[in-house]
C-alpha cells in the first residue's frame, strides 16, 4: 500500500467554478422567495387619509370642559355649579341634561372633557361620570390637568 504524502505541493488546483455555481444559485434562490413576500405586502387593502373635497360647511362640535379640582369644586367650561361637598350635583345634572336636549334638537353629538387635578378625589369623579349618566351624556373624555 502506497502512503499520502502531505507535504509536497503537486500543482495549483486553480479556480474552482463549481462551488461558485452553488453560492449563486442559493442567493437567486433566496431573492427569488423574497420577491413573493413583497408581492403579498402589496397586496393588502388599505387605503391613506387624503382629502375630501365637500360642498357643504363642516359643523364642528362644540365641547364642553368639566373641570374637577383638588379641594372638589366642579367646573363647567370655568362656571363653578354645586358646592364641593354636594355629592348629587343638582345644578350640574340640570345643566348637563339641558345641554344634551338641545343637542339632540340640533342633530349634533355632545362632548364632553372630564380634568381633573391630580390630586383630585376619585369619589368626585364618579358623581360627575353619575351627572353625565343621568343627562345620558355618553361620549366622554379623560385628562389630567397641566399645572405648572
Known amino acids: 500500500m502506497r502512503r499520502l504524502n502531505l507535504e509536497t505541493n503537486e500543482g495549483n488546483i486553480g479556480f474552482q467554478i463549481a462551488p461558485m455555481i452553488d453560492v449563486v444559485f442559493v442567493i437567486m434562490l433566496f431573492f427569488m422567495v423574497m420577491a413573493g413576500a413583497v408581492k403579498v405586502e402589496r397586496e393588502l387593502n388599505t387605503q391613506l387619509p387624503g382629502s375630501a373635497e365637500s360642498s357643504t360647511s363642516t359643523d364642528f362640535v362644540d365641547e364642553q370642559i368639566i373641570t374637577v379640582s383638588e379641594n372638589g369644586e366642579v367646573l363647567l367650561n370655568d362656571e363653578p355649579f354645586d358646592s364641593p361637598t354636594s355629592h348629587d350635583l343638582p345644578q ?57
Open 92 to 148: 350640574l345634572k340640570g345643566t348637563l341634561m339641558r345641554l344634551k336636549q338641545n343637542a339632540d334638537a340640533a342633530k349634533s353629538p355632545t362632548m364632553v372633557t372630564i380634568v381633573s387635578d391630580e390630586n383630585a378625589k376619585y369619589s368626585r369623579t364618579i358623581d360627575v361620570l353619575d351627572a353625565l349618566a343621568v343627562a345620558k351624556i355618553d361620549n366622554v373624555t379623560f385628562t389630567v390637568s397641566d399645572q405648572d
